[in-house]
């Protein structure tokens, strides 16, 4: 910052490394986001539509083991992300993990009385 500038920003020649420090910042967490999303999609539809596979009554507990596995990597990932990414990349990281509370709970629900 220069003494006689009014302003408080940075540097100029800074300002362009910023932005691309920013820019990166946002296609990795896009990147991480989209795909946590799928593998979160993926594991959602076959727990509430496909229970009937012999794999999954075999071995519920490790399914439902690498659900909860899942989700703790979206809040590490969040919590790592937080001081860069934006407040919409937080939101939709938290609602993703909570829809998939939501759907699990639910799913033992159906499952306790049906």
């Known amino acids: 910052?220069?003494?006689?500038?009014?302003?408080?920003?940075?540097?100029?020649?800074?300002?362009?490394?910023?932005?691309t420090?920013?820019?990166?910042?946002?296609?990795?967490?896009?990147?991480?986001?989209?795909?946590?999303?799928a593998a979160h999609l993926l594991f959602y539809v076959d727990a509430?539509?496909?229970?009937r596979q012999p794999s999954l009554v075999r071995h519920p507990d490790s399914y439902f083991k690498c659900l909860a596995c899942l989700d703790l990597l979206t809040?590490?990932?969040?919590?790592?992300?937080?001081?860069?990414?934006?407040?919409r990349f937080r939101a939709v990281a938290a609602l993703l993990i909570?829809?998939?509370?939501?759907?699990?709970?639910?799913r033992e629900l159906l499952s306790?009385?049906?």
């Not at 910052?1 to 932005?19: C, F, L, Q, V, Y």
């Not at 420090?21 to 999303?37: D, E, P, R, W």
Request: no cysteine; charged share 10%.
């Open 48 to 51: 509430l539509f496909f229970t």
């Open 75 to 87: 809040i590490l990932l969040l919590l790592a992300w937080s001081r860069f990414s934006s407040a």
């Open 98 to 106: 909570a829809t998939g509370f939501i759907i699990l709970v639910g």
């Open 21 to 37: 420090s920013q820019k990166v910042n946002v296609v990795v967490g896009a990147f991480f986001l989209i795909s946590l999303s």
């Open 1 to 19: 910052m220069r003494p006689w500038s009014n302003t408080s920003g940075p540097e100029p020649k800074d300002e362009h490394a910023i932005r």
């Open 112 to 114: 306790m009385f049906l």
